[in-house]
DNA sequence: TATTGTTATACTCTATAACTATA
DNA sequence: TATAGTTATAGAGTATAACAATA
């Protein structure tokens, strides 16, 4: 095998030889498979995702959300706005720290995400249905191990 | 091995579990990565794969850079134009059909890709580095067959 | 002093719709 | 009629800087 694992001699397919243009091909494509999903509930991506790390941490503070959807914590302002108007999740001034916002999900959000989540599920067994579960499962650990190195660098906990 | 390569019991670790964010991770820690090596040029990934993809395609019209940028035809107008002013590509009226332009790349623009690549591939290595040849060679087979499947939507050649 | 949330603001990226010139 | 490029414009997403409240 040569020094690197799909290097092209020209420049001619360099793109397509790059990890990283691959990575935001399959990347565009998924969320763009996401999104009808979630158009139905009026989401993005984002706020789904900010729903489902509210639903795993409840009483998140808000800067905490940002580390995690890699966001500044100014971004994630009018994101959780947009949230509480929709009566999904609740926005408390924290005990411990009256400084920070307890987030948690409302009923109603709990109720969403119970109705997206199977429904996400499909989505991604839909959108990786040419792959095997060993496949996937493959997929899944080398962007773990990527990720997972990076992630260091967001983490304040 | 269960049905789904991956899927937690609880919604508690949904979001990593789910390919399609690993993806996105993984895809913003590289941009930000190549971006560092942009920086110096004063371009983003965009403009950068303009120019890979024009120097792959001489004589490329606009419509079909946009098609391979996954762009609308109208968001590659002001990329080209910047491209234009600062002299590393020109656009002309093709012959064949004068409604199109034809990019080309100049000598600048050459002349900053040769400096360019190698950088690029540089970074990809740095960032890849925890992955021997066969694991990056596998994870590329990956992304290729996903995005090779998804890109019939978008090819009109 | 440092941190949390907020605000005001600006910048980038992208798409839509309408125009023009060619076909 | 249809297509290529362009323009004007608007929307989404994001960051920076400064501020008030709290630590």
Same mark, same amino acid.
């Given at each position: 095998?040569?020094?690197?694992?799909?290097?092209?001699?020209?420049?001619?397919? $360099?793109?397509?030889?790059?990890?990283?243009?691959?990575?935001? $091909?399959?990347? =565009?494509?998924?969320?763009?498979?996401?999104?009808?999903?979630?158009?139905?509930?009026? #989401?993005?991506? @984002?706020?789904?995702?900010?729903?489902?790390?509210?639903?795993?941490?409840?009483? =998140?503070?808000?800067?905490? $959300?940002?580390?995690?959807?890699?966001?500044?914590?100014?971004?994630?302002?009018?994101?959780?706005?947009?949230?509480?108007?929709?009566? #999904?999740?609740?926005?408390?001034?924290? !005990? @411990?720290?009256?400084? @920070? !916002?307890? #987030?948690?999900?409302?009923?109603?959000? *709990?109720? $969403?995400?119970?109705?997206?989540?199977?429904?996400?599920?499909? *989505?991604?067994?839909?959108?990786?249905?040419?792959? @095997?579960?060993?496949?996937?499962?493959?997929? *899944?650990?080398?962007?773990?191990? =990527? !990720?997972?190195?990076?992630?260091?660098? *967001?983490?304040?906990?």
């Amino acid at each position: 095998m040569s020094k690197d694992a799909c290097a092209p001699q020209t420049t001619k397919d $360099l793109l397509p030889s790059l990890l990283g243009y691959q990575l935001r $091909l399959a990347q =565009l494509a998924v969320f763009e498979d996401l999104q009808q999903i979630l158009d139905d509930f009026n #989401l993005t991506p @984002s706020l789904f995702g900010a729903l489902v790390i509210v639903d795993a941490n409840p009483g =998140l503070k808000q800067t905490q $959300l940002a580390a995690d959807l890699r966001l500044d914590r100014s971004s994630v302002v009018p994101m959780v706005e947009r949230l509480v108007q929709r009566q #999904l999740l609740t926005r408390e001034r924290a !005990n @411990s720290d009256r400084r @920070s !916002n307890a #987030l948690r999900l409302t009923a109603a959000g *709990h109720g $969403l995400l119970q109705e997206l989540v199977p429904r996400v599920r499909d *989505h991604e067994a839909r959108f990786f249905s040419a792959f @095997s579960d060993a496949e996937k499962y493959q997929l *899944h650990a080398f962007l773990r191990r =990527l !990720n997972d190195a990076d992630q260091q660098d *967001h983490q304040q906990d």
